[in-house]
């Protein structure tokens, strides 16, 4: 599986997530920068975590226009994979890549600790490695993570199978970490193709690290894109 990492202004997760691809594929990510539109030939396109251009206007948004996104919009409408966490969810979502917006969190805090996410389905190439209703460990490191769509968009999102991972306690019960709409962390689009989502997974993927709870998510995207 060949990989590559969009790096903005002000990312700052793109060495994380890099160590975990590379842990479960055995391959270097390439780097691309923003501002050009050249992107190498990849089967996952990353979109990371950290504070694109600073997150000025809003979280996500100068990020969307960076010259680099068109060609990723290109790239996942021709059905290639992307993963957008945190900063990357909000970009995506500004892209237009996935619906909804990603909101101040209802506490208006910085929440930087660990969560517990439930796994909705399992679905490759994201999922595929967690059974449904799998209860994993993950950090989370946000101000901008309250996620909110409209009635109609929920509904078609529960409907279709897209929401991927919820908020949850360490039983499986449903928890208000940020105040997102029916406890979603993480959704894919139409055609399953993109995943955003709000925690981390590339930070647990070592037991140095306490845990690799979320190294199911990389090794299920290396079995389900490898060449």
């Known amino acids: 599986m060949k990989s590559a990492i969009v790096i903005f202004p002000g990312t700052n997760r793109e060495r994380d997530m890099a160590l975990a691809l590379k842990r479960a594929t055995g391959k270097e990510p390439a780097l691309v920068w923003h501002s050009g539109q050249d992107l190498p030939k990849v089967d996952l396109i990353v979109l990371p975590g950290?504070?694109?251009?600073?997150?000025?206007?809003?979280?996500?948004?100068?990020?969307?226009?960076?010259?680099?996104?068109?060609?990723?919009?290109?790239?996942?409408?021709?059905?290639?994979?992307?993963?957008?966490?945190c900063n990357g969810f909000q970009a995506a979502t500004e892209a237009g890549l996935l619906p909804g917006v990603l909101m101040p969190n209802a506490g208006l805090k910085f929440i930087c600790r660990d969560v517990h996410l439930k796994v909705e389905r399992s679905l490759r190439p994201f999922t595929g490695r967690y059974n449904a209703g799998t209860v994993?460990?993950?950090?989370?490191?946000?101000?901008?993570?309250?996620?909110?769509?409209?009635?109609?968009?929920?509904d078609r999102l529960e409907g279709e199978g897209r929401v991927l991972f919820r908020y949850c306690g360490p039983d499986g019960s449903p928890e208000d970490v940020n105040g997102s709409a029916r406890h979603i962390a993480g959704i894919v689009n139409e055609r399953g193709n993109v995943l955003g989502m709000m925690p981390h997974p590339e930070d647990l993927v070592d037991p140095l690290l306490g845990g690799t709870d979320g190294a199911g998510l990389f090794q299920g995207l290396a079995e389900s894109l490898a060449a």
């Open 50 to 85: 950290g504070f694109a251009h600073g997150d000025y206007l809003r979280c996500g948004a100068m990020a969307a226009h960076s010259p680099i996104m068109a060609e990723v919009k290109k790239r996942a409408e021709r059905g290639v994979t992307v993963l957008a966490v």
């Open 136 to 154: 994993i460990r993950v950090p989370v490191a946000h101000h901008d993570g309250n996620f909110y769509a409209d009635k109609e968009t929920l």
